[in-house]
């Protein structure tokens, strides 16, 4: 085993007898906060991780812990022994509940192992005991792909050893269901933002939007420049991807102003210039948390997302279908900036070829970016940038419905040579009846 590779989204249960290293492991290969310990949980609710007289009450923390966390959409490693069929059953159904990847992995490590390694712990576990989880350990490994689990791995003592292992977080891949609200770019426009989402039907608390139906708001890049109120536009979006009721990708303006933070030598043109008099309009300690804040969610961020089991991918920039899967340098710069030739216009645009027009693949692309007037399908892709800053529209793709909800924007924020307004209507809707996926 070299590769362990799991999508963004799961929910990854260790399972092994005590002294297998399965915390060694969580330490080495995740952040500390990525995983839920039923020993910490112990020591959290009775101040020792050796009494065991509380474990009821700690695996009542660990599952509610966990609970927490996939309802927030992070990625979690559930770090306890694991070794009877109903405590792998109840983790299997907390991640069904919230749509995650449940990937089972078995330490299956040798009883003398566990014995010397216990030999050395605080909390030992007397010979008998071990040798009984051994015992559960040899059935779990014959039952446990008949589970019902997305992966069961197995993990041996060589492989433990092994400098090659890796793990894999896949963030582009996102196996919650949905249903999903892809928002084109927000330049800022962040009264016409507020105004969509209620339209969509989210209901505003806290400080961000939730929808009742438990709808997921995805935004494909390009929160900030151009538009009155780019730092709103970006807290909003955070706030929501934080509560777990939005999905965020970057997008080119997004990069731009990740290295205007990080002190780069960047041109202050095509908006930026707006959303840098924002920021220094804010006081000193305001302006650092902008900073921070906004760079944890560009670097947090995958280069696009897949969703609906690969049915559908988000990209800012779009995507050709022999990238899927993929993340290296040229995806990302795909990813970010479309198509591009190299080439300058007269008016300093790049020059991008029409990749949507030789897309073949089987997924939906939605992607933003390039302002068009109008959101039409083009080969199974729609462009769902409909140049709010500009004076068009703030849209919203409803999916798997392939609504469009429009807002017209209040007012033309910013002015760019060769955009034309020539929009008609406020909301189109397109349904599954009328669009044909194999011919669009």
Same mark, same amino acid.
């Given at each position: 085993?070299?590769?362990?590779?799991?999508?963004? !989204?799961?929910?990854?249960?260790?399972?092994?007898?005590?002294?297998?290293?399965?915390?060694?492991?969580?330490?080495?290969?995740?952040?500390?906060?990525?995983?839920?310990?039923?020993?910490?949980?112990?020591?959290?609710?009775?101040?020792?991780?050796?009494?065991?007289?509380?474990?009821?009450?700690?695996?009542?923390?660990?599952?509610?812990?966990?609970?927490?966390?996939?309802?927030?959409?992070?990625?979690?490693?559930?770090?306890?022994?694991?070794?009877?069929?109903?405590?792998? =059953?109840?983790?299997?159904?907390?991640?069904?509940?919230?749509?995650?990847?449940?990937? *089972?992995? /078995?330490?299956? /490590?040798?009883?003398?192992?566990?014995?010397?390694?216990?030999?050395?712990?605080?909390?030992?576990?007397?010979?008998?005991?071990?040798?009984?989880?051994?015992?559960?350990?040899?059935?779990?490994?014959?039952?446990?792909?008949?589970?019902?689990?997305?992966?069961?791995?197995? *993990?041996?003592?060589?492989?433990?050893?092994?400098?090659?292992?890796?793990?894999?977080?896949?963030?582009?891949?996102? !196996?919650?269901?949905?249903?999903?609200?892809?928002?084109?770019?927000?330049?800022?426009?962040?009264?016409?933002?507020?105004?969509?989402?209620?339209?969509?039907?989210?209901?505003?608390?806290?400080?961000?939007?939730?929808?009742?139906?438990?709808?997921?708001?995805?935004?494909?890049?390009?929160?900030?420049?151009?538009?009155?109120?780019?730092?709103? =536009?970006?807290?909003?979006?955070?706030?929501?991807?934080?509560?777990?009721?939005?999905?965020?990708?970057?997008?080119?303006?997004?990069?731009?102003?990740?290295?205007?933070?990080?002190?780069?030598?960047?041109?202050?043109?095509?908006?930026?210039?707006?959303?840098?008099?924002?920021?220094?309009?804010?006081?000193?300690?305001?302006?650092?948390?902008?900073?921070?804040?906004?760079?944890?969610?560009?670097?947090?961020?995958?280069?696009?997302?897949?969703?609906?089991?690969?049915?559908?991918?988000? =990209?800012?920039?779009?995507?050709?279908?022999?990238? /899927?899967?993929?993340?290296?340098?040229?995806?990302?710069?795909?990813?970010?900036?479309?198509?591009?030739?190299?080439?300058?216009?007269?008016?300093?645009?790049?020059?991008?070829?029409?990749?949507?027009?030789?897309?073949?693949?089987?997924?939906?692309?939605?992607?933003?970016?390039?302002?068009? =007037?109008?959101?039409?399908?083009?080969?199974?892709?729609?462009? /769902?940038?409909?140049?709010?800053?500009?004076?068009?529209?703030? !849209?919203?793709?409803?999916?798997?419905?392939?609504?469009?909800?429009?807002?017209?924007?209040?007012?033309?924020?910013?002015?760019?040579?060769?955009?034309?307004?020539?929009?008609?209507?406020?909301?189109?809707?397109?349904?599954?009846? !009328?669009?044909?996926?194999?011919?669009?």
């Amino acid at each position: 085993m070299a590769v362990v590779s799991l999508p963004g !989204t799961t929910l990854l249960v260790l399972c092994g007898t005590p002294g297998c290293g399965k915390s060694t492991f969580a330490t080495r290969y995740f952040r500390e906060t990525m995983t839920v310990s039923s020993d910490r949980c112990r020591l959290l609710v009775s101040d020792s991780e050796t009494n065991m007289a509380a474990s009821r009450e700690a695996f009542k923390l660990f599952r509610f812990t966990i609970e927490r966390r996939l309802s927030l959409s992070r990625f979690t490693v559930a770090d306890s022994t694991a070794l009877t069929r109903r405590a792998r =059953s109840e983790l299997l159904r907390i991640g069904r509940k919230y749509g995650f990847n449940v990937t *089972l992995l /078995i330490f299956n /490590i040798p009883e003398e192992v566990c014995l010397d390694r216990n030999a050395g712990r605080e909390r030992r576990v007397i010979r008998q005991g071990i040798a009984r989880m051994q015992k559960m350990l040899r059935h779990t490994l014959q039952v446990a792909h008949s589970e019902g689990f997305d992966q069961v791995r197995v *993990l041996s003592q060589e492989d433990m050893y092994n400098p090659a292992l890796k793990i894999e977080i896949r963030s582009h891949e996102v !196996t919650v269901p949905g249903p999903f609200d892809i928002i084109g770019d927000i330049h800022g426009c962040f009264n016409e933002l507020n105004m969509l989402l209620d339209k969509l039907g989210y209901r505003k608390r806290s400080g961000y939007y939730t929808h009742p139906n438990g709808r997921k708001a995805v935004f494909p890049g390009d929160l900030t420049d151009r538009g009155p109120h780019s730092l709103d =536009s970006f807290w909003l979006v955070k706030a929501m991807v934080d509560s777990g009721n939005a999905l965020y990708i970057p997008g080119n303006h997004c990069r731009k102003l990740s290295r205007y933070l990080e002190g780069r030598n960047v041109k202050l043109a095509n908006g930026l210039e707006k959303t840098v008099a924002e920021i220094e309009a804010l006081p000193a300690d305001e302006r650092e948390f902008f900073k921070e804040e906004f760079l944890k969610l560009y670097y947090g961020a995958p280069p696009y997302l897949i969703l609906d089991k690969g049915r559908l991918v988000v =990209s800012h920039g779009g995507i050709k279908e022999d990238m /899927i899967g993929k993340v290296s340098e040229r995806v990302r710069n795909f990813c970010f900036f479309g198509d591009t030739t190299g080439e300058t216009t007269a008016d300093g645009l790049p020059v991008r070829r029409d990749w949507a027009k030789d897309y073949r693949g089987d997924a939906l692309i939605v992607y933003g970016h390039t302002p068009v =007037s109008k959101a039409i399908f083009v080969n199974n892709t729609i462009d /769902i940038d409909q140049g709010c800053a500009m004076g068009g529209k703030l !849209t919203a793709l409803s999916y798997p419905e392939l609504s469009l909800t429009q807002v017209p924007a209040q007012a033309a924020y910013y002015e760019r040579a060769g955009f034309r307004n020539d929009f008609s209507g406020t909301t189109n809707n397109i349904s599954t009846s !009328t669009v044909n996926f194999s011919n669009c």
